[in-house]
Antibody
Framework: EVQLLESGGDLVQPGGSLRLSCAAS????????MSWVRQAPGKGLEWVSG????????YYTDSVKGRFTISRDNSKNSLYLQMNSLRAEDTAIYFC??????????WGQGTLVTVSS | EIVVTQSPGTLSLSPGERATLSCRAS??????LAWFQQKPGQPPRLLIY???TRASGVPDRFSGSGSGTDFTLTISRLEPEDFAVYYC?????????FGQGTRVE
């Protein structure tokens, strides 16, 4: 069974930084791409970033380019999202998702990031 | 960026009725169109991918159809557990983009 467990969400001030983690199990982690998808309170879904199985290729939505960095440690079956220069509009639940190709096949429960002074 | 638009915003139906949800994408690559179901306090769940393929464990009352830029999710007979928000997404062109969702209440 695929399991994805996010952690690292917190309250942070505008301009601050945060690192999210996602611990994966139940599948061959290094062979699958992964993504981060977020959902602002009461709003819809927004794909944020993706990474290939090897970690060599990364993708970002325009609004986070230059501020967020996705990475992975295949030896630890873990996915990360380093978030810098955080803004109020980054406030959201952040889900990690297992990708099959570019399809978000399985999702974690999410972790809440709140950017506020 | 590919724009994905869902209609209606809210669908008010009763158990046993048929639900028809629409999704329009300005463009998709191949057949890379998916539908997700989200219930309050839960993550999204993949229902349909490649326009019409049901994900593992999804009941056959859910079906996807469409081509080109217009797509439909049909729930043949609503069960109480089907009342939720449904999102479509094109996942073939970066950035992968979602519709704004349809609430079935």
């Amino acid at each position: 069974e695929v399991q994805l467990l996010e952690s690292g969400g917190d309250l942070v001030q505008p301009g601050g930084s945060l690192r999210l983690s996602c611990a994966a199990s139940g599948f061959s982690f290094s062979n699958q791409g992964m993504s981060w998808v977020r959902q602002a309170p009461g709003k819809g879904l927004e794909w944020v970033s993706g990474i290939s199985g090897s970690g060599s290729t990364t993708y970002y939505t325009d609004s986070v380019k230059g501020r967020f960095t996705i990475s992975r440690d295949n030896s630890k079956n873990s996915l990360y999202l380093q978030m810098n220069s955080l803004r109020a509009e980054d406030t959201a639940i952040y889900f990690c998702a297992q990708d099959q190709g570019w399809l978000h096949a399985n999702w974690g429960q999410g972790t809440l990031v709140t950017v506020s002074s | 960026e590919i724009v994905v638009t869902q209609s209606p915003g809210t669908l008010s139906l009763s158990p046993g009725e048929r639900a028809t949800l629409s999704c329009r994408a300005s463009q998709i690559s191949n057949t890379y169109l998916a539908w997700f179901q989200q219930k309050p306090g839960q993550p999204p769940r993949l229902l349909i991918y490649d326009i019409s393929t049901r994900a593992s464990g999804v009941p056959d009352r859910f079906s996807g159809s469409g081509s080109g830029t217009d797509f439909t999710l049909t729930i043949s007979r609503l069960e109480p557990e089907d009342f939720a928000v449904y999102y479509c997404q094109q996942y073939g062109i970066s950035p992968r983009t979602f519709g704004q969702g349809t609430r079935v209440e």
